[in-house]
């Protein structure tokens, strides 16, 4: 009996044992991935069109907004009021007559993740998951770090010094979310704009760039929520 009852006891041991491990690896295949792209926003403009692809679940808070104002149709008629050659582009503030559109509060500045990475030498460091390299989509912001509402930019080159700096415990540098994937003759068009100073900004396409619609044309939420329906 005694023999049969350490047997009984081991062998729920080990079902216990393997139940944990069959867990902890569900938990780690269920993991979300922060480059995992959950929207795409198509920007039909005066001068072509281009596609973003956003990264939700990395950058939620600054996705979650930008998808707000994009959803909302702020963007729509909106100009891209500044361009900086080999620099940026950026847009989603101002109407053709200069006049600031009014934005919600602002929102606040998120860190882009980073994971802890190992060098050749044995020295290990952080490394951004995003970074302000050639058409990448940010957030524009004043000096002040939570500032940012609607303005974003698109990279017209490596950027970098943008980045923040993930070894900082607060949060730093611009909100990088999101990458053109379609439409770089458009970006490159508009890099490329004469520009003059209006009404006391400089940097202005001497001949309007507009944003004629902007438009989510994939959401994973939504198609979730679509297939879990047809389920």
Do not use: W
């Not at 991935?33 to 950058?59: C, Q, R, W």
């Not at 053709?96 to 060098?119: A, C, F, G, H, N």
């Amino acid at each position: 009996m005694k023999s049969m009852h350490k047997l009984l006891v081991s062998s729920c041991m080990i079902f216990l044992a393997i139940a944990s491990i069959s867990c902890s690896k569900e938990k780690i295949e269920k993991k979300e991935d922060p480059k995992e792209v959950t929207h795409k926003v198509l920007f039909e403009t005066s001068v072509g069109n281009f596609t973003a692809e956003l990264y939700g679940i990395g950058m939620k808070k600054t996705v979650k907004n930008f998808i707000d104002y994009v959803n909302d149709g702020f963007y729509n008629g909106l100009l891209f009021h500044r361009v900086v050659k080999d620099f940026v582009i950026q847009g989603g503030g101002f109407s053709p007559d200069m006049k600031p559109k009014k934005t919600r509060d602002p929102v606040e500045l998120e860190m882009v993740p980073s994971i802890e990475v190992t060098d050749e030498s044995g020295k290990k460091y952080r490394k951004l998951l995003f970074s302000h390299e050639k058409y990448m989509l940010s957030m524009a912001r004043r000096r002040v770090p939570n500032s940012a509402t609607s303005q974003f930019f698109v990279t017209l080159g490596n950027i970098t010094h943008l980045d923040p700096n993930p070894n900082h415990n607060e949060p730093n540098g611009y909100a990088v979310f999101g990458k053109v994937i379609d439409g770089f003759k458009t970006i490159d068009k508009i890099g490329q704009a004469e520009i003059t100073t209006k009404k006391g900004f400089p940097n202005v396409p001497v001949t309007d760039i507009i944003i004629k619609k902007a438009t989510v044309i994939f959401d994973k939420n939504a198609v979730k929520k679509k297939k879990e329906g047809k389920a």
